[in-house]
């Protein structure tokens, strides 16, 4: 599967984001979706992960839970990382990540190893 993650931009403290990963390939309602990002000088990090399965299992990062919703739509091959409340600390380029696991419970979503990424998008968020 290719990933493409759009939706990146310049907003302000305060603001809202939506963030896009287009997948392309077939079987995509098989594979887990997951956000990482990278600040400057930093190692990157797990944002937030949905299953692929229906009534999907989402978990998130706890600097990031209560702003931030992942979300899937299996017909149109896209993922979604809607982002409110945006804070500077959330400046960093993010990218999409695919796997084929059948793994739902949020530890797998969280560590297992995402063999297929998107090139990423930089959000900035100025104070």
């Known amino acids: 599967v290719q990933l493409q993650a759009f939706g990146g931009g310049l907003v302000q403290a305060g603001d809202s984001l939506r963030l896009s990963c287009a997948a392309s390939?077939?079987?995509?309602?098989?594979?887990?979706m997951a956000w990482f990002r990278q600040a400057p000088g930093k190692e990157r990090e797990f944002v937030a992960a949905?299953?692929?399965?229906?009534?999907?299992?989402?978990t998130y990062a706890d600097t990031v839970k209560g702003r931030f919703t992942i979300a899937r739509n299996n017909t149109k091959n896209t993922a979604y990382l809607q982002m409110n409340s945006l804070k500077p600390e959330d400046t960093a380029v993010y990218y999409c990540?695919?796997?084929?696991?059948?793994?739902?419970?949020?530890?797998?979503?969280?560590?297992?190893?995402?063999?297929?990424w998107g090139q990423g998008t930089l959000v900035t968020v100025s104070s």
């Open positions: 990540a695919a796997e084929n696991t059948d793994g739902t419970s949020s530890w797998i979503l969280r560590h297992v190893v995402y063999d297929y």
């Open positions: 390939g077939r079987s995509f309602s098989r594979y887990a």
């Open positions: 949905i299953s692929w399965s229906v009534g999907s299992t989402t």
